[in-house]
């Protein structure tokens, strides 16, 4: 399996898993703190090192891993706090996760509409879960809830609209070289490379 399918796949993993994980704290937000923080630093720091690979793999279109240096850097520092800094951030956890939601909601907003100028069928999914994604974010930002389990279900409704809108990005906008063929067409050599 080359470099491309690995992290496609790896990706796609990494989606289905924030998606469990938030659905796991919509139904269950009386999990223990201690408990949320190290589930999501061991996600985050995973997710963050799939995506700095993503970065330097020769996917076709180089739409869904293009910003993803930025973000595999982001997310591997925010699981390194949530790791080893987990008594200092508890407060701060609604916030953390609104930031990086917001950031990579922005971001696959432009993914979304590179996407509609490849001409993929899809990207309107894209668009759509991005949109939701920033106001998931900004809310958890402002904070508009006190109780502390309605900010526990809102971290899981984050993390599942995150995840899906990973997935959708991983399914429809990253496309794996299966061959090169080369072609003599008025005397010259045209390489062209056919995508699954």
């Not at 930025?70 to 609604?94: C, K, M, Q, W």
């Not at 696959?108 to 509609?116: F, M, V, Y």
């Not at 106001?135 to 984050?158: E, H, I, K, M, W």
Request: charged fraction near 15%.
């Amino acid at each position: 399996m080359n470099l491309i399918r690995w992290i496609k796949a790896a990706f796609g993993v990494a989606s289905a898993a924030m998606i469990a994980g938030g659905v796991c704290l919509m139904l269950r937000p009386d999990v223990s703190a201690s408990a949320i923080c190290m589930a999501l630093g061991i996600l985050s720091v995973v997710y963050g090192i799939i995506r700095l690979a993503g970065y330097f793999c020769n996917d076709l279109y180089r739409l869904a891993f293009q910003f993803d240096m930025a973000v595999g850097i982001l997310s591997i520092l925010i699981g390194g706090v949530l790791l080893f800094r987990s008594d200092r951030v508890l407060t701060y956890l609604p916030i953390v996760t609104g930031i990086f939601l917001l950031v990579d909601s922005v971001l696959r907003l432009q993914t979304a509409i590179d996407a509609k100028h490849f001409g993929m069928g899809k990207w309107w999914l894209i668009l759509v879960l991005a949109i939701g994604g920033a106001a998931l974010g900004t809310a958890l930002l402002l904070r508009p809830y006190d109780s502390g389990r309605v900010l526990v279900r809102l971290v899981g409704l984050t993390l599942l609209i995150d995840g899906c809108e990973n997935l959708l990005a991983c399914l429809y906008t990253v496309k794996v070289p299966r061959r090169s063929c080369a072609k003599i067409i008025e005397g010259q050599c045209v390489i062209e490379e056919n995508d699954l």
